[in-house]
């Protein structure tokens, strides 16, 4: 089974980051595929390759990464989402002209048009909410 | 034709829910897709007529749902109940949404594609 996962809550304030993160591990062990994550709304900030977890806790930015690069995930963060939190890509730093950039791959940039494609043409798409 | 269904179940401007849910409506009419709103719970307040935000640093939401007709998207569906549980009645909404019975909304979602929660 191939599926999308929509994922909405805060890796800091939410489950959402986590559970989804578990649920793609389990899924990929039993032979799925994750063919694409989709942040959005707060969970556009598991993006930013700025983020340092304190000891003892789980770095849920670099846990996505290393999970994405192994299987081939194609990680989506909501560009609208993630504009007005200061998340940015190079080049959208570049265009808003902003000192600095904090989203990188496999992390990609892009609209709610991707989070519709992966939506139907995944066998199965699961929502993380906040 | 896939059928996909937003379900939103937030009341408006409390938090960017219902505004991400229409976005994602509307860029799914756009992409081709049988594109419909189910509103839940605290959601059948966003289509309440007369909202006036206007002091809010957010968009009109309920202005934002005049245009779905404009993208093509006539189904939009308010649980009866939850509206009745909140003193509401069909007269108060914007859209002239189908009420649907509580029990029906397994049914509804059965015939969907994709179901996307907000």
Same mark, same amino acid.
């Given at each position: 089974m191939n599926y999308t996962l929509v994922i909405h809550g805060a890796p800091t304030t939410s489950q959402a980051c986590q559970t989804a993160l578990s649920f793609a591990r389990a899924a990929i062990k039993r032979g799925h595929t994750i063919s694409r994550a989709f942040f959005l709304r707060d969970a556009v900030h598991a993006g930013s390759s700025l983020t340092v977890a304190p000891q003892g806790e789980t770095d849920l930015h670099k846990e996505w990464k290393v999970l994405? %690069? %192994? $299987?081939?995930?194609?990680?989506?963060?909501?560009?609208? =989402? =993630? @504009?007005? #939190?200061? @998340? *940015?890509? /190079?080049? /959208?730093?570049? #265009?808003?002209?902003? /000192?600095? $950039?904090?989203? /990188? =791959?496999?992390?990609?940039?892009?609209? *709610?048009? %991707? @989070?519709?494609?992966? !939506?139907?043409?995944?066998? #199965?798409?699961? !929502?993380?909410?906040a | 034709m896939k059928k996909v269904c937003i379900i939103s179940t937030h009341a408006p401007y409390g938090s960017p829910s219902v505004k991400d849910g229409i976005d994602t409506l509307l860029v799914a009419a756009s992409y081709g897709m049988d594109a419909s709103l189910l509103a839940m719970g605290e959601g059948v307040l966003q289509l309440l007529k007369h909202q006036t935000p206007d002091t809010l640093p957010q968009k009109n939401t309920g202005a934002m749902l005049q245009a779905l007709e404009i993208y093509g998207i006539e189904s939009v569906y308010v649980c009866h109940e939850d509206l009745e549980e909140r003193g509401l009645t069909e007269d108060d909404l914007l859209l002239s949404p189908q009420l649907i019975q509580r029990n029906q909304i397994p049914q509804l979602l059965k015939e969907q594609d994709r179901i996307l929660n907000f």
């Open positions: 994405g %690069q %192994q $299987h081939n995930i194609d990680m989506v963060i909501c560009i609208s =989402a =993630a @504009l007005k #939190r200061g @998340l *940015l890509n /190079e080049s /959208e730093a570049q #265009r808003y002209n902003k /000192e600095s $950039h904090n989203i /990188e =791959a496999p992390f990609n940039i892009s609209g *709610l048009g %991707q @989070l519709i494609d992966g !939506t139907v043409s995944a066998d #199965r798409t699961i !929502t993380f909410g | -």
